[in-house]
T-cell receptor, first 107, second 124 residues
Framework: DIQMTQSPLSLSASVGDKVTITCRAS??????LNWYQQKPGKAPNLLIY???SLQSGVPSRFSGSGSGTDFTLTISSVQPEDFASYYC?????????FGQGTKLEIK | QLQLQESSPRLVKPPETLSLTCTVS??????????WGWIRQPPGQGLEWIGT???????YYNPSLKSRVTISVDTSKRQFSLRLSSVTAADTAVYFC????????????????WGQGTLITVSS
């Protein structure tokens, strides 16, 4: 199985801050990496696919980068509705695996 | 607009079998570019992929659960189902159904539409 490791696991930020979350794969997955946002009591919502492609309807303050084993999700200017948990997920090979999640909290 | 809805939450006793159904509305379940999957999330924890199925019945399962999992599809009802046998307290989780979009042009699969999730509690 490909292990996905996120850091940090929790993060405090103020509205307007730039935030970066990192995801590392246990072996190369090319760019086959997706990012999801999950709010409490809700289903995950797709933000980024193929490491850097923005899903339709997702604000442009979200961006993704990386390939191989190291990936990042960046929020350029955090908004109040962005406080949530974020998960990376590889679909390079089954079993599909997710990172542990990063909880973004208000400072 | 395509929507997915899991069957109602409930309590399951160990070592019974957990059964869930996901109903697809607002679109077809039979598209060749889509698979249909189950993902679960124990309380306060991360996400675990359980398995996926195509409209024609091709299945892929997580090896960690494969011996206990069966996923099936009924295209006439636009439903797909999960059965998980011999449950224990460790199977307590919110279970999500989701559409797996196989983006052939990108050689990438992505869960792009999710149900709201349903809580399954395993307890005697």
């Amino acid at each position: 199985d490909i292990q996905m490791t996120q850091s940090p696991l929790s993060l405090s930020a103020s509205v307007g801050d730039k935030v970066t979350i990192t995801c590392r794969a246990s072996r190369s997955i090319s760019n086959v990496l997706n990012w999801y946002q999950q709010k409490p009591g809700k289903a995950p919502n797709l933000l980024i696919y193929a490491a850097s492609s923005l899903q339709s309807g997702v604000p442009s303050r979200f961006s993704g980068s990386g390939s191989g084993t190291d990936f990042t999700l960046t929020i350029s200017s955090v908004q109040p509705e962005d406080f949530a948990s974020y998960y990376c997920q590889q679909s390079y090979s089954t079993p599909y695996t997710f990172g542990q999640g990063t909880k973004l909290e208000i400072k | 607009q395509l929507q997915l809805q899991e069957s109602s939450p409930r309590l399951v006793k160990p070592p019974e079998t957990l059964s869930l159904t996901c109903t697809v509305s607002g679109g077809s379940i039979s598209g060749s570019n889509y698979y249909w999957g189950w993902i679960r999330q124990p309380p306060g924890q991360g996400l675990e992929w359980i398995g996926t199925i195509s409209y024609s019945g091709t299945t892929y399962y997580n090896p960690s659960l494969k011996s206990r999992v069966t996923i099936s599809v009924d295209t006439s009802k636009r439903q797909f189902s999960l059965r998980l046998s011999s449950v224990t307290a460790a199977d307590t989780a919110v279970y999500f159904c989701a559409r797996l979009n196989t983006m052939e042009q990108l050689d990438l699969d992505v869960f792009d539409i999710w149900g709201q999730g349903t809580l399954i509690t395993v307890s005697s």
